[in-house]
């Protein structure tokens, strides 16, 4: 069996063309260059390059095996690319989870970046609106909209305080107008959440301002209410954080309300110092921080 290490002198000396151009890329004795060649030649029982005027050239079988010995080579880089990144703890898996409206609206093209800079991190996205116990390990970190936690054995960053508007697409805008006081949604075909949704500030507004003749639709998700907006149905309140990710709504007026919606990034205490859970949050909060997220600046 031939030295596998053998095969980065036979591929320096046949790119380079002479032994002591390979042997100074490789930083090693011009005799050492030649002799570790003559070794795989023996090992393999083949001869591999050959000298001329010009320099060394590859034999018919060596330039046959140049692409196989620059597989090994590439292989060879994976492998200590992969050996590097677990000695530093960059590598393993990451359950995140977040809510499935903010998987297509947000997270997408941040997590495929992240998979670029990290692939040796294999990512477990868990979709869904309920929030996952970090301290029973139901995921790693987490991303959360809302109240801010408080649960003592989390950790985490606040991105932002998302305010709540009312928002219409250009086309509805268009067609029927926009409204720019909270007197005009009457005159709107407005939607918004089941009555037996948790009762958030916004809710609340709409009860006291949205007459119910205007409402039309009804629904039991934030994502419902987000894909109705942005077919065009009509008009509603929505997170300014979620219509920014979108240059196609219109954003009417800011209603006077108090804002109580946090977004933040969490994960636990057991984990902060794991080095592929803090890339994620590095990463993440980099991203939203930075308003990658954001498609175009809301219009209104």
């Not at 063309?17 to 005799?31: D, F, M, R």
């Not at 991105?159 to 005009?184: F, L, M, N, Q």
């Not at 809710?203 to 907006?229: C, D, K, Y």
Request: positive net charge; hydrophobic residues 45%; contains cysteine.
């Amino acid at each position: 069996m031939f030295d596998w290490n053998d095969l980065k002198y036979f591929l320096a000396v046949a790119r380079a063309g002479t032994t002591l151009k390979a042997a100074t890329t490789l930083k090693v004795s011009q005799s050492t260059a030649a002799r570790r060649i003559a070794a795989l030649e023996k090992a393999i029982g083949v001869k591999l390059l050959v000298k001329r005027q010009s320099g060394y050239v590859p034999t018919e079988a060596g330039a046959g095996l140049i692409k196989a010995a620059e597989e090994v080579e590439t292989a060879t880089r994976v492998f200590d690319a992969a050996a590097s990144a677990y000695k530093r703890g960059l590598s393993g898996t990451v359950r995140f989870t977040c809510a499935e409206i903010a998987v297509s609206a947000v997270f997408m093209s941040a997590l495929r970046e992240f998979r670029d800079a990290y692939p040796s991190v294999r990512l477990e996205l868990i979709t869904t609106d309920r929030r996952l116990d970090l301290a029973a390990g139901e995921a790693d970190v987490a991303f959360r909209a809302g109240t801010p936690p408080t649960e003592p054995e989390l950790v985490g960053r606040r991105i932002a305080v998302d305010t709540w508007s009312v928002y219409c697409t250009r086309s509805y805008a268009e067609k029927h107008g926009a409204p720019k006081a909270p007197e005009d949604l009457a005159h709107h075909a407005f939607f918004t959440l089941h009555d037996e949704f948790p009762r958030l500030p916004m809710i609340e507004w709409i009860a006291r301002h949205v007459p119910e003749s205007a409402i039309v639709m009804r629904q039991n998700t934030i994502g419902g209410l987000f894909g109705s907006l942005k077919s065009g149905l009509g008009v509603t309140v929505m997170s300014d954080f979620l219509a920014s990710t979108d240059p196609n709504l219109v954003r009417c007026f800011t209603p006077d309300a108090p804002a109580h919606s946090e977004i933040w990034l969490v994960t636990h205490e057991r984990l902060r110092k794991v080095p592929r859970v803090r890339a994620l949050m590095d990463f993440l909060t980099d991203y939203l921080v930075k308003g990658r997220h954001v498609g175009a600046p809301p219009h209104g």
